[in-house]
């Protein structure tokens, strides 16, 4: 499997403060990879440059095949974003949203309405299709939200806390989704503050104060770092931060 993102001395700085400092790593094909960090660990910033909506201040990237310096508007129509906090118009109806996502990507008015039947269909959503969002419980929105995503069927997808708020109930249906879209091929690219979901991911890196202290398998970190869970991992690295928010 080729990688998908490649990585290498990502930096960023905000005056004399750097936020993100050197970074280097590289996601596979079809890979759930976690990406966590405390707030203010620079993680938010690192996303940014991937996604191509901020310029690194130093070091090389490529995202879907597309340098992150040169081609960012390439690399936004070749990967999908989802964020807790804003990812669905509330104000349209759900076939709706589907469809104007579907326009956005570029998809061919055809193709859309086909490609939105069947995603009603596999959400059981058909008695929703007129439904305002807005009117959608919380762990409704997020299954829409994702399956928006990757409706165009992107290289890879952003994932920014995208449970946070759902029951544990939900976030189980969600991790199958996420499952599901990577046995597709689809690289899935996640933060989460949920440690046990970090041990769904095939790796996890671990920012602190914007390096990244630590990347591998859930098992192998737990294995270094003689802890019994993710969470006992990433709490003892939260904890050498020197940085806050």
């Known amino acids: ?42 993680k938010t910033t690192a996303i940014q440059m991937l996604c191509g909506i901020s310029k690194p201040s130093g070091g090389t990237g490529r995202v879907a095949g597309y340098d992150i310096n040169k081609e960012s508007e390439r690399i936004k129509r ?24 579907g326009g956005i990507y570029g998809l061919p008015e055809k193709m859309i309405a086909e490609k939105t039947n069947e995603l009603l269909e596999r959400l059981d959503f058909e008695s929703e299709r007129n439904t305002m969002v807005k009117s959608l419980p919380l762990g409704w929105k997020q299954k829409l939200a994702f399956s928006v995503a990757i409706f165009h069927e992107p290289k890879i997808v952003f994932l920014d806390e995208p449970t946070g708020g759902v029951d544990p109930a939900m976030r189980r249906q969600f991790w199958e989704m996420i499952y599901d879209a990577a046995e597709r091929g689809i690289t899935v690219f996640v933060t989460t503050h949920y440690m046990d979901e970090a041990e769904y991911c095939d790796r996890v890196s671990i920012m602190v104060d914007g390096r990244i202290d630590a990347l591998d398998t859930p098992k192998e970190l737990r294995r270094i770092h003689n802890a019994a869970s993710m969470d006992e991992v990433f709490t003892r690295l939260a904890r050498q931060a020197k940085r806050v928010e």
């Open 1 to 42: 499997m080729g990688s998908v993102i490649e990585v290498k001395e990502l930096t960023k700085r905000f005056g004399n403060f750097t936020a993100v400092d050197r970074i280097s790593f590289d996601v596979k094909e079809g890979e759930i990879f976690g990406f966590l960090g405390a707030n203010g660990a620079g």
């Open 78 to 101: 070749n990967i999908g974003y989802m964020s807790q906090r804003f990812s669905l118009y509330e104000d349209l109806r759900v076939w709706e949203n589907i469809r104007l996502f």
